[in-house]
């Protein structure tokens, strides 16, 4: 699993952080995603795909 | 009216109206037109009260879709409530500039960003013991009184005022007149001119609380954002407003149609009791189930292009019915079923796309605190009077209870 985002488009939700702590991370000045861990284990997968499925503005992706 | 695509059936039926009665006997059920209209489509033809003939969403994946394509524009220009409410007549040409709900991006992004950081989940961790602290003082109030109590007056307005007041750095001694306004913007016996009234008054109150901040900043977010921002006064003001219009109502309405939605369906209650892991599950359940923002979010069309194989018009007015969303059967097995362990987590409450809610984590706190404390605190509450006496605000953008008299 490999993941990307597009931080231009982050409205700074934060729910991928509610749903992967360590995979994502929120920018103390902005609110913006911050990608922790690119290529976290298949252990993850479950909780990144929700997170990329419940991103308000879908700026992540997963291949 | 126009008939954009003769083929398609739904089309060609003569559009609805927004409808907005509830059930009888279902307070917690959305008007029944919005499942007949899913049925035929998850996007159908929706008349304004001036005529104008748009669009209704009532699917969640075409709500999704809709929120999160910014082809379906928030500017104001052309923007029109799918229904009369109390104070839909006053204009929104003089708004304030800093009103980001009624921006696109990348305006919308810049106020976005500058106020995210309010309300990343690590500040609203860190507003918890605060919160529990203000939920106990309340219900410690209403201990004292006995009951029975009205528990939107109680607790379920206050709550919500005292975080949000302190958020922003409003000083104790003008709390009450400041809800007092927001009461009669919100109230469904307003006049229009009690309602310009009070926005004038409530205006001037937080230009002075604006000048406050500048001449000596606290560590609360206006007087952060006039430390750390090149943000005017007026448009300090549009985000104040805002602010306060999206942290008040909901949340209170949210607590109090939720206790009454919890105290329905008692064996639910028990088992949360019994078991507060529980929780936030059953408050994704409830924000879900009773999605009490009810009229709109609503986008104009930008341009002309095709949306899930529809013709879209420049200048067509898109109204998304959350509540109609959190019920659709693509998204959730037996939708109207209340059920506190379903994991409904991919709801619509706060909305989606880059306008979605800011400060949801701050609400499930309030919510997740509220709910917890005041059970706990109570094992026995109940309703004071027979359900059929709780009137419902069926016209207000914000649906919740009138009140709800509660002993214990």
């Known amino acids: 699993m490999r993941i990307e985002i597009d931080r231009d488009l982050c409205c700074g939700a ?9 995979v994502f991370d929120q920018d103390d000045e902005d609110g913006t995603v911050i990608l922790l861990d690119a290529t976290p284990g298949a252990g993850r997968r479950a909780a990144v795909e929700e997170a990329a499925e419940r991103c308000p503005t879908a700026v992540i992706s997963i291949t | 009216m126009t008939q954009t695509t003769q083929s398609q059936e739904s089309e060609n039926r003569l559009p609805r109206p927004f409808p907005t009665a509830r059930p009888s006997g279902c307070p917690f059920d959305p008007p029944a037109p919005f499942a007949e209209a899913r049925a035929e489509c998850p996007v ?37 409530s799918p229904v009369m409410t109390p104070g839909s007549e006053l204009s929104t040409d003089a708004l304030p500039t800093g009103m980001f709900v009624n921006m696109d991006p990348p305006e919308h992004t810049r106020y976005r960003r500058l106020l995210s950081k309010h309300f990343t989940i690590r500040r609203v961790r860190e ?45 104790e001694e003008d709390r009450a007149e400041f809800r007092r306004h927001v009461d009669v913007l919100f109230s469904l016996s307003s006049s229009g001119e009690e309602m310009r009234q009070s926005m004038t008054l409530l205006g001037g109150m937080l230009h002075a609380l604006i000048g406050a901040a500048r001449e000596d900043p ?81 986008r104009v069309a930008a341009e002309d292009f095709e949306f899930e194989g529809r013709s879209i018009r420049t200048g067509e007015v898109v109204t998304v019915s959350l509540p109609a969303a959190n ?57 004071a009077v027979p359900a059929e006496e709780i009137g419902t605000r069926e016209m207000m953008v914000t649906y919740g209870v009138l009140a709800l008299p509660v002993r214990w």
């Open chain 1, 14 to 22: 934060g729910t991928c952080v509610l749903l992967a702590p360590g």
């Open chain 2, 44 to 80: 159908t033809p929706l008349r304004y009260p001036d005529g104008h003939i748009g669009r209704l969403v009532t699917g969640l994946a075409s709500g999704r879709a809709v929120l999160g394509d910014t082809r379906f524009s928030s500017l104001p220009a052309g923007k029109r």
């Open chain 2, 127 to 171: 507003l918890r013991p605060r919160v529990q602290e203000m939920a106990d003082r309340l219900l410690d109030a209403m201990e004292r009184d006995c009951g029975p109590v009205d528990l939107v007056e109680a607790f379920a307005k206050p709550l919500p005022t005292l975080v949000t007041s302190e958020l922003l750095g409003l000083p």
């Open chain 2, 218 to 298: 606290g560590p609360d977010i206006l007087g952060r954002l006039t430390v750390e921002t090149d943000l005017s006064d007026e448009e300090l003001l549009g985000i104040t407003i805002v602010l306060l219009i999206a942290g008040l109502e909901t949340t209170t309405h949210m607590l109090a149609l939720g206790t009454y939605a919890l105290l329905s369906h008692p064996e639910q209650l028990a088992e949360l009791r019994a078991d507060w892991s529980l929780l936030d599950g059953a408050v994704e359940e409830l924000l879900r189930y009773l999605s009490v923002v009810q009229i709109g979010p609503v």
């Open chain 2, 327 to 383: 019920r659709d059967p693509l998204g959730f097995e037996n939708p109207d079923v209340f059920d506190i362990r379903r994991g409904a987590t991919r709801h619509l409450a706060f909305g989606s796309g880059p306008h979605q809610c800011m400060g949801h984590h701050l609400a499930r706190l309030e919510l997740a605190v509220g709910y917890e404390s005041l059970l706990r605190r109570f094992p026995r509450l109940e309703l």
